[in-house]
Nanobody, 122 residues
Framework: VQLQASGGGLVQAGDSLRLSCAAS????????MGWFRQAPGKEREFVAA????????YYADSVKGRFTISRDNAKNTVYLQMNSLKPEDTAVYYC????????????????WGQGTLVTVSS
């Protein structure tokens, strides 16, 4: 599976942004997906995860209620809708895939995209 994240950009605090992660291959629907982020000088952190069927979703406390993960298996794409953005959301955002629903465990994801930069100004 190859992953291509997009949709990042420069926004102001309080704005919204939607990230997309397009996956190659015909088996996308059998993969659980996750979003992670890495801010400058900080370690990568978990943001959100979704099961292959979209029945299960899981969020980091820092984004719960503001971010929504979703997927469209017909389009081989997973989304991260980010609302009420804050300067501390500034980071490179990565999508990841695995056949198991591994939620926040980054080391368990088998495939990673290249990242898209989100910058939130105050």
């Amino acid at each position: 599976v190859q992953l291509q994240a997009s949709g990042g950009g420069l926004v102001q605090a309080g704005d919204s942004l939607r990230l997309s992660c397009a996956a190659s291959g015909r088996t996308f629907s059998s993969y659980a997906m996750g979003w992670f982020r890495q801010a400058p000088g900080k370690e990568r952190e978990f943001v959100a995860a979704i099961s292959w069927s979209s029945i299960m979703t899981y969020y980091a406390d820092s984004v719960k209620g503001r971010f929504t993960i979703s997927r469209d298996n017909a389009k081989n794409t997973v989304y991260l809708q980010m609302n009420s953005l804050k300067p501390e959301d500034t980071a490179v955002y990565y999508c990841a895939a695995d056949r198991a629903y591994v939620r926040e465990y980054a080391s368990k994801y088998s495939y990673w995209g290249q990242g898209t930069l989100v910058t939130v100004s105050s």
